[in-house]
């Protein structure tokens, strides 16, 4: 038993050792990145990335939020549902075509009422970012830090986006234009009936657009100097 004892504590201690090292080798590896690059510490990089990416996802949710948008971006516009689309067709082909756009229009109208409602839960996971994750973000490329804000917020934005999105849609009256073209188009003749499925699109489509408003902001920050606001990110980005 003694032995035993003395040999989960060994393995223990190897554990703990192994850890232990491959935090030093993170830290020392950021370290000569940083230094060799941009002659700065750690902790400057942590900060000067919070602070970048609060200042992008800030942009983006006023941005997106604001009256046009989403309905004026054509980068992030989002279109007639996908699963829709044989149905958008044939009612442009019988004069729907104000009909069709008063939709388009009142589904971007819900995307930008939902937007509002992003930046806090961007800002409680950029507040919460590791060394670790800092030096990933460092060594990765213009949409880095997009990438790792998205991989952390895409389900925590989905789940709280959805009721959201239902409360916008009937602000905006989503459903009135939907159901006239639903109803027009089920009544044709020869027709498969549609059943699109308006929250869980718009939910997808609004994150996808903040997303990219976000990358854009991101890569702006990183290589426009007018866009680094502060001595910290002038230090951070500055390559030169």
């Known amino acids: 038993m003694r032995y035993f004892s003395f040999f989960i ?3 223990s ?3 703990v050792s192994a850890q232990s090292n491959l935090l030093k080798e993170v830290t020392e590896k950021a370290n000569t990145l940083i ?3 941009q002659k700065i510490t750690i902790k400057e990089a942590h900060e000067g990335l919070v602070e970048a990416l609060i200042q992008g996802a800030r942009e983006s949710v006023k941005v997106a939020s604001e009256k046009g948008g989403f309905n004026k971006n054509y980068l992030i516009r989002i279109p007639f549902p996908e699963d829709a689309r044989r149905m958008k067709e044939t009612l442009l082909k019988i004069g729907l075509s104000k009909q069709v756009k008063q939709f388009e229009t009142s589904i971007n109208n819900a995307a930008e009422t939902a937007s509002r409602e992003a930046f806090s839960i961007f800002l409680s996971v950029i507040q919460s970012m590791t060394i670790k994750d800092v030096f990933e973000v460092l060594q990765g490329g213009d949409d880095a830090a997009t990438n790792y804000l998205e991989s952390q917020t ?3 934005l989905h789940n709280k986006f959805k009721p959201i999105i239902k409360s916008a ?3 905006v009256e989503v459903t009135k234009y939907w159901n006239l073209l639903i109803s027009r188009y089920n009544s044709l003749p020869l027709t498969r009936p549609v059943n699109a499925d308006l929250e869980e699109y718009i939910t997808v489509k609004t994150i996808d657009g903040l997303f990219v408003l976000i990358a854009l902001e991101e890569k702006n920050i990183r290589t426009n100097p007018k866009a680094q606001t502060s001595e910290l990110l002038k230090r951070v980005f500055n390559q030169k």
């Open 9 to 11: 504590f060994s393995i």
């Open 13 to 15: 201690m190897i554990t």
């Open 35 to 37: 230094s060799s690059n």
């Open 154 to 156: 895409s389900l925590e």
């Open 169 to 171: 849609i009937q602000k």
